[in-house]
Antibody, heavy 118, light 113 residues
Framework: EVKLLESGGGLVQPGGSLRLSCAAS????????MSWVRQAPGKGLEWVSS????????YYADSVKGRFTISRDSPKSALYLQLNTLRAEDTALYYC???????????WGQGTMVTVSS | DIVMTQSPDSLAVSLGERATINCKSS????????????LGWYQQKPGQPPKLLIY???TRASGVPDRFSGSGSGTDFTLTISGLQAEDVAVYYC?????????FGQGTKVEIK
């Protein structure tokens, strides 16, 4: 069974940092681009970042560029998102998704919640 | 950036009737050499992650009932639910995966009338 399982969310103060993880299973992780998508409470989907299958190319939404860093560890079938200088507007459910670089997002995790508040 | 605009924002349809959701991209999402539209449709039920329904604008994802269909060309696309079922109550999103940022539409909420 193809699965993605996110972890690492929590409550953090403005200006703080978090590292989100996504454990993949059931498919050859190194063969696919991976992405992060977030959803603020009661709002729509916002693409955040993607990384190519090799890890050599990355893209970021303007809203997180310079603050967030995406990375992958293919031997571990793991995707990461380092969140720095967090703001209240980063409060959202963060989903890991398989896709990007010309592929639809065909597998999604259950999400991990990030709350930025003092 | 490619802007995706959905209409309507919400609609209420009677059980068994047709629901139609539109999505317009601000520029082409057609990859000419492959003759494919890089356009997907997702369904998100309350409390659940999004689920891919349609990719390449008109190809149903594995396990998706055939009452869901996608169509369109140019910059205008449509998701049709033929014979709405109670379990289809959800928010539906279109997305282009042609160019980064891979933008989503704002969502269309489908309810039962």
């Amino acid at each position: 069974e193809v699965k993605l399982l996110e972890s690492g969310g929590g409550l953090v103060q403005p200006g703080g940092s978090l590292r989100l993880s996504c454990a993949a299973s059931g498919f050859t992780f190194s063969n696919y681009a991976m992405s992060w998508v977030r959803q603020a409470p009661g709002k729509g989907l916002e693409w955040v970042s993607s990384i190519s299958l090799s890890g050599g190319s990355t893209y970021y939404a303007d809203s997180v560029k310079g603050r967030f860093t995406i990375s992958r560890d293919s031997p571990k079938s793991a995707l990461y998102l380092q969140l720095n200088t967090l703001r209240a507007e980063d409060t959202a459910l963060y989903y890991c998704a398989k896709g990007g670089w010309g592929d639809a997002f065909d597998v999604w995790g259950q999400g991990t919640m990030v709350t930025v508040s003092s | 950036d490619i802007v995706m605009t959905q209409s309507p924002d919400s609609l209420a349809v009677s059980l068994g009737e047709r629901a139609t959701i539109n999505c317009k991209s601000s520029q082409s999402v057609l990859y000419n050499s492959k003759n494919k539209y890089y356009l997907g449709w997702y369904q998100q039920k309350p409390g659940q992650p999004p689920k891919l329904l349609i990719y390449w604008a008109s190809t149903r994802a594995s396990g998706v009932p055939d009452r869901f269909s996608g169509s369109g060309s140019g910059t205008d696309f449509t998701l049709t639910i033929s014979g709405l079922q109670a379990e289809d109550v959800a928010v539906y999103y279109c997305q282009q995966y042609f160019n980064a940022p891979w933008t989503f539409g704002q969502g269309t909420k489908v309810e039962i009338k």
